[in-house]
């Protein structure tokens, strides 16, 4: 069972999570990387206007916010206190500062909630991966520092300048104490690195390589001469066997100990490659491809990390059963591995759209079996309308989640008549799917908003439309609505009205759109997530997640 959160992270942190509970943390924090390296460093003089939070936009900026939120991490006296005055010493306000402002009370709030033997995954981009570290330092302890990972997370690139081409991001990886949770993650080799390091084959086509028996360090107890089945005697190294009298014994019997063929040489062992568990696994992970333009589980969103990823770092610091803590868990791939990995989860976003897709995806993946608890989310009619009211974008992107629809692109200006859509294939040899187009209402609606969903409906020739709004539809409406008659499904003739109006109140309560089943029809909704645009404020809204 998993619980996901909407809202800041921060204040979710500090209000349900209590100390000590969680296993697992992963963070892959929102950071603009399309933004150029010098634009971070930028004086800015705070009197900006502050920037909400939204969701085509992972990036921060120092204003009268974030100079305020400064103040209040410098007042506490300590460590983290002294790491941020010299970033600012040395930064200035600019909106690399801006990010480390935002960072460093999540951070301690993180280490707060994590178990004595628990571990914190931070996944960053280069450009303030060394900010990072010293904070993580600050707040978690020197001594506490594991690993530095990186992860090859793109392919070469050809447009290199006069620099070398980035293709990697950063993974800090700390613990919060002494001992912590460790499962040793091997790599497995490819048919050439094993032919390569298993060089030899016995009778039975067994691949293996000679190892030393030589200790590595100097064992008096272990330096004995040693009979072996041949009739020869062989002397140890000076440090001694690498293990007892029985033990060389037990090889001598089972045929591993690999004979010089010189007089006087070293004894060795036989190692086979069928008994090794691969290789153990190093601080450059270059075996986990990326999300490819084709692959089966890419959503669209442009820094979406393979759940490989996300499977290898969770099996490595969690055993089943812990909970596992995602406070920027965007399209929800930590989640989706932790869920497969039979890991309990928690996952916090601050947009109703991240919630919505995450119960999608979970449900798409695992079925009605998977259980999923809300908090943040509007629980009654009453909540929808002031969440409508706060927030037109989080209303619209909560209200599509209902009926499983996706978020179109996002642009400045007109919508197009289009707020999200439905795809399914009712037909498997249509070379498209079919489309409900799904529009979202939170003020006022009358009979025109009616007739201008059924314009679009012809426009784009969608098989249905759907209006979904606060206010229960009049008369007009409703006849209107009517007069758009039925959509008939390709090959069973059922027939669903092609104009549909729905409340808020009545999705909530169970009331669902009329349209073509999982039976009837294969729906294609998130497997054809559109394609993100490269820079962060042009992206689609399903393309604005980090992870």
Not at 72 to 95: H, R, W
Not at 177 to 195: D, F, H, I, K, V
Not at 253 to 277: I, N, T, V, W, Y
């Amino acid at each position: 069972m998993g619980t996901l959160y909407y809202g800041d992270n921060l204040d979710i942190l500090r209000r349900y999570l209590k100390d000590e509970t969680v296993g697992l943390v992963y963070l892959d924090p929102p950071f603009n990387s399309a933004q150029s390296y010098n634009a971070f460093f930028h004086e800015k003089d705070g009197t900006e206007a502050a920037s909400q939070i939204r969701a085509f936009e992972d990036t921060w900026h120092w204003d009268i916010h974030t100079k305020k939120a400064y103040a209040e991490i410098t007042e506490q006296p300590g460590k983290v206190s002294d790491v941020m005055q010299a970033f600012y010493t040395f930064l200035g306000g600019n909106d690399m500062m801006a990010y480390l402002t935002m960072m460093a009370p999540r951070l301690v709030e993180l280490r707060r909630v994590l178990k004595p033997a628990g571990s914190l995954y931070l996944h960053c981009d280069p450009t303030a991966s060394h900010y990072l570290k010293l904070l993580c330092d600050a707040v978690f302890g020197t001594d506490q520092f594991r690993n530095e990972i990186t992860w090859k997370r793109t392919f070469a690139h050809g447009n290199v300048g006069r620099n070398y081409g980035s293709i990697a991001d950063v993974i800090l990886f700390y613990t919060k104490g002494e001992p912590y949770c460790w499962n040793q993650p091997y790599r497995q080799l490819s048919p050439e690195e094993m032919e390569e390091k298993y060089p030899f084959v016995d009778g039975e086509g067994r691949r293996w390589q000679s190892v030393t028996l030589r200790n590595p360090g100097q064992r008096p107890n272990l330096h004995f001469p040693f009979q072996a089945s041949n009739g020869v005697t062989y002397q140890p190294h000076p440090n001694g066997w690498s293990c007892n009298l029985e033990r060389m014994q037990k090889y001598d019997r089972e045929g591993r100990l690999h004979f010089p063929s010189k007089p006087g040489g070293a004894l060795r062992l036989k190692m086979f490659a069928d008994e090794s568990q691969g290789e153990k696994l190093q601080n450059i992970w270059e075996d986990i491809a990326p999300i490819g333009a084709n692959a089966a589980e890419r959503l669209g969103y442009p820094t979406q990390k393979p759940v490989a990823l996300l499977e290898r770092i969770i099996k490595a610091s969690s055993n089943p059963g812990d909970l596992v803590l995602d406070p920027f868990c965007g399209c929800g791939t930590t989640i989706d591995a932790a869920e497969k990995l039979g890991r309990r989860w928690i996952g916090i976003d601050i947009t109703q759209l991240a919630t919505s897709l995450i119960k999608n995806r979970l449900r798409d993946t695992y079925g009605d079996k998977v259980e999923i608890l809300t908090i943040g989310e509007p629980t009654t009619p009453n909540e929808a309308f002031v969440l409508a009211e706060q927030d037109k974008f989080q209303f619209q992107w909560w209200a599509l989640g209902l009926v499983g629809a996706r978020p179109v692109e996002q642009k400045k200006g007109a919508d197009h008549g289009i707020d999200g859509k439905i795809l399914f294939r009712d037909d498997p040899r249509a070379p498209r799917p079919e489309q409900i187009i799904i529009q979202v209402k939170g003020g006022k609606t009358g009979v025109k908003d009616v007739r201008d969903l059924r314009g679009v409906i012809d426009r784009e020739n969608a098989a249905i439309g759907v209006l979904i709004s606060l206010q229960p539809a009049t008369a007009p409406m409703e006849t209107e609505a009517a007069s758009a008659e039925f959509y008939e499904h390709k090959l069973t003739r059922a027939k669903y009205p092609r104009l549909q109006l729905r409340t808020v109140k009545e999705l909530m309560e169970g009331k669902g759109i009329e349209r073509p089943s999982s039976v009837a029809a294969v729906d294609e909704t998130f497997k054809r997530a559109p394609k993100a645009e490269a820079k962060g404020h042009k992206q689609t809204a399903l393309g604005i997640y980090p992870d």
